[in-house]
């Protein structure tokens, strides 16, 4: 079976499709369960780090973490435009070292984050490897990382009131979707990432990810179309390609257009966000605001 | 070599004149070669004579020449607007699928992710074998787990795989005729390229750039598998070249060749282009110019002997690998080499000589900004990567890749696809690890410029000018096929694959294939109807008049 055999970590999941497949599945599972059986005992046996703790690997690990995880997660693992900060003590998708163990070598499904097997990252990472960058980001780990110093309670007020974030930003399935949904930005991201992007939207959008190929990634650009009976709709640009134009208007209504049956469309690499500059948000208001993010995300 | 001239009234979709010439040449190779070889077998005569047969692809890049030009007209702009698919073949295969398939007399033969490789009935995409090979779970293939094709001759068709053997299967059963090694997976060797055949030989390169290997070109009795000759990419002590790696460097030092070279039967030469020095972005360590890294090799193919080199970037350190086809292009008398480069220039290159003619941009362009004493693009000091990074264009990935570009005779437009990113590159000092990862560096995107964008250019090698350019959203890893009907085919990272106007540039139709299009596309003929093929996703598709 070689489709199977070169991805151990997920022949579980798929024992029963198999075993559907060949209509004998006592037999074929059992025979599956033996074979994987020595993958999984493998699988066990990598529970802890080999190199915990270890400040030369840790550096190695460093040069592999560049090698094949900055590009996303930045220089010193804070975050890149793509990627989380990974040096939050507490990480979304598992703090444990089995966890960032098994995150980075079959990838977290759902997310950009792809398997570090062959054919996922870089070169392809071998577990050795992995357990290097792991013993990295322990290393460059902060332990407590310095909570905004403002009001979370304030700062959700500001969210859902007074700043009307909530018109195109969601929060715990509650808000608006012309912007990017912000129930986790406070673990992925810097306080001073998201700073900037409050004081300045429009100097970084949020980043499609390497390939169009692995998802398709949505920047969040403004467009302005003209339809052929002459409509004037402006919004932002969903998905498009040469050909198509998938956008949602102000009112968060979905079109799907034809680009060559449009009368004009402009798309910008501006953010539809309003500047929030000191006027329009104290210091103190924005230190509430990213308390309020940070707190919400630890949930 | 320019191929006879093939007029409009012998191609397919006139089947009588067509099948007089193929009845003709059967009759000929029967005769020439007393019998030997059973009918329909394709023989050194059929590949040298590719042009003869426009329904066929004979090799992976349609002609010795590199051209990827096809010769059949019957899809043309006027009616490519009608283009449909004809069927789809799934290989249920995930990652990366680059094939570009062969087509021999109504059979298809292509291969697929973690080695796959499958014969099809051409005009249905009904498969008639199919093989996998079984490899161990520790390789090392630094880029997806990826083949690009195969090359065929008499009753075998030879792949290399990702364990870096190269491997003979019978084209009518697909069972393994002979499996030879050429050297070490677990020290990040691999193959990915699809062979050339030449004579009664296999050529074929190596991976494993990002691992520190010692590159070679090899040739192989196509049939016992027997090794013939090795060219090392990296010339050993007391070689020439050698003086060109600092201490023991060379042993470590890359320059693999992982696409499929060309040739030339007038001079009995074979054009080969190999990648990075390594470790591919870190120059410290490796001082000199590295020979015979991003360069392009003349190479006599029956002894693999060097008859001269150029090399495109000395001492590289931004990984800007050389692999792309160099094609062989005759403007007027003159005999050239034309390869639009990763590193952003387009070389027009005397393939009499190895001289070089001219180098020209056809991209952003920062990494270089001075030529020596012969017009060689120099790397402008500033570019080096350092430890907190500087910003260079191209890119990592390159102002194009392996994908292939072609040529048409009839435009006489050379057409590539092309990516305009710019990364920072910083240092990351690694020592070396056998079958570890061995970059010496890491990149990153540019994020204060435009995001990146792609395109197809129209490029003309007489002038080296730009034509035309059609953008693309995001840069396309798709190849590019250039056919008598006065088209171009071509995919891109959404999905799309489209039909130009060779001319203009301008698309005539399109079809989404639900998967960015990472291969190059070809096109055949059977029963008097053209398709055109091209891989996207798990899937291979071919597209013909409804």
Avoid at chain 2, 215 to 240: L, M, V
Wanted: glycine share 10%.
């Amino acid at each position: 079976m070689p489709a199977l055999s070169t991805s151990q970590g997920a022949a579980a999941p798929f024992l029963g499709v198999v075993a559907n497949r060949f209509r004998c599945p006592t037999r074929v599972t059992l025979l599956l369960t033996l074979i994987f059986g020595f993958a999984a005992v493998r699988a066990l046996a990598q529970e802890n780090n080999p190199y915990a703790g270890d400040a030369k690997i840790a550096k190695v690990g460093e040069y592999q973490f560049r090698l094949n995880c900055a590009f996303c997660h930045g220089l010193g693992a804070r975050g890149g435009g793509r990627g989380p900060d990974l040096t939050r003590a507490q990480k979304r998708h598992g703090n444990s070292d089995a966890e960032m163990f098994h995150n980075i070598h079959d990838g977290i499904p759902g997310t950009a984050m792809p398997a570090a097997t062959n054919g996922g990252i870089g070169v392809g990472m071998s577990d050795e490897e992995i357990w290097q960058v792991v013993t990295y980001l322990r290393s460059v780990q902060v332990k407590a990382p310095a909570q905004p110093a403002g009001n979370p309670e304030h700062g959700k007020e500001l969210f859902h009131g007074a700043l009307a974030c909530s018109t195109c930003h969601m929060i715990e399935r509650r808000g608006g979707r012309l912007g990017p949904d912000l129930s986790t930005v406070g673990a992925s991201r810097s306080t001073e990432y998201l700073a900037e992007s409050l004081r300045n939207p429009s100097r970084r959008l949020a980043q499609g990810i390497f390939e169009a190929m692995k998802e398709f990634p949505q920047e969040y650009e403004s467009v302005l179309v003209v339809t052929a009976d002459g409509t004037k709709l402006s919004g932002v640009v969903l998905n498009q390609d040469q050909f198509t134009l998938q956008m949602l208007d102000a009112r968060e209504q979905l079109h799907l257009f034809e680009k060559d049956k449009l009368r004009s469309f402009e798309i910008r690499r501006e953010s539809a966000m309003p500047v929030y500059d000191q006027k329009a948000l104290s210091d103190k208001d924005l230190q509430d605001l990213l308390a309020y993010l940070f707190e919400v995300s630890g949930k | 070599m320019d191929a006879p001239h093939v007029s409009p009234s012998e191609e397919v979709g006139r089947d009588g004149n067509m099948k007089r010439i193929l009845t003709a040449a059967t009759v000929l190779l029967g005769f020439c070669l007393g019998g030997v070889s059973a009918r329909g077998q394709v023989t050194p005569e059929r590949l040298l004579e590719s042009a003869k047969e426009p329904q066929n692809w004979l090799m992976y890049s349609g002609d010795y020449a590199g051209r990827r030009y096809s010769r059949l007209d019957q899809i043309n702009t006027k009616n490519a607007a009608s283009l449909v698919p004809k069927w789809a073949y799934q290989t249920m295969a995930g990652g990366k699928f680059e094939t570009t398939s062969l087509v021999v007399d109504g059979v298809l033969y292509a291969t697929g992710a973690d080695d796959r490789a499958f014969a099809l009935d051409a005009r249905s995409g009904r498969p008639i074998w199919q093989y996998q090979r079984s490899l161990p779970p520790d390789i090392r293939p630094c880029c997806g787990r990826v083949n690009r094709g195969m090359a065929i001759l008499g009753d075998k068709v030879f792949l290399g795989t990702l364990d870096a053997h190269v491997i003979a299967l019978d084209t009518k059963t697909g069972n393994v005729a002979w499996d030879v090694g050429t050297s070490d997976y677990s020290k990040g060797y691999s193959i990915t390229l699809a062979p050339l055949v030449i004579n009664h030989l296999v050529l074929i390169g190596v991976s494993g750039g990002e691992y520190g290997i010692r590159g070679f070109i090899d040739a192989y009795d196509a049939a016992t598998g027997a090794r013939k000759w090795r060219f090392y990419t990296i010339p050993g002590p007391g070689e020439p070249g050698h003086e060109t790696w600092e201490g023991d460097s060379w042993k470590i030092g890359g320059a693999p060749a992982w696409i499929t070279g060309t040739y030339d039967p007038a001079t009995n030469t074979t054009f080969w282009t190999t990648g990075n020095p390594s470790p591919s972005n870190r120059g410290q360590g490796r001082e000199g110019d590295n020979l015979y890294s991003n360069s392009l090799l003349a190479l006599d193919p029956d002894t693999g002997k060097l008859k001269w080199y150029f090399q495109f970037t000395k001492h590289d350190e931004h990984d800007y690998d050389a692999t792309q086809v160099p094609v062989l292009v005759d403007d007027g008398d003159r005999r050239l080499i034309v390869q639009a480069n990763r590193n952003g220039f387009f070389y027009v290159i005397d393939r009499s000589s190895g001289k070089l003619l001219s180098a020209t941009p056809y991209g952003r362009v920062t990494w270089s900004n001075t030529k020596d004493a012969s017009g060689v693009p120099i790397e402008r000091k500033e570019a080096s990567p350092t430890l907190t990074g500087v910003p260079v264009c191209p890119g990592a990935i390159g102002a194009t890749n392996w994908m292939s570009p072609t040529y048409d005779p009839q435009t006489k437009l050379f057409y590539v696809t092309a990516r305009e990113q710019c990364d920072i590159f910083s240092t990351a000092p690694q020592p070396y690890e056998a079958g570890h990862a061995f970059y010496g560096s890491a990149y990153f995107p540019n994020d204060d410029a435009q995001p990146f964008w792609g395109a197809v250019r129209a490029l003309d090698p007489a002038t080296s000018q730009i034509k035309w350019e059609l953008k693309h959203l995001s840069p396309s890893w798709s190849g590019v096929l250039s056919t008598a009907g006065g088209l171009v085919f071509t995919g891109d990272a959404e999905g799309n694959f489209m039909a130009l106007d060779a001319a203009s540039g301008k698309i005539l139709w399109h079809f989404q294939c639900g998967a960015s299009v990472y291969a190059s596309p070809m096109s055949y003929a059977i029963d008097g109807k053209q398709y055109v093929a091209v891989a996207a996703g798990a899937t291979l598709f071919a597209f013909g008049l409804p």
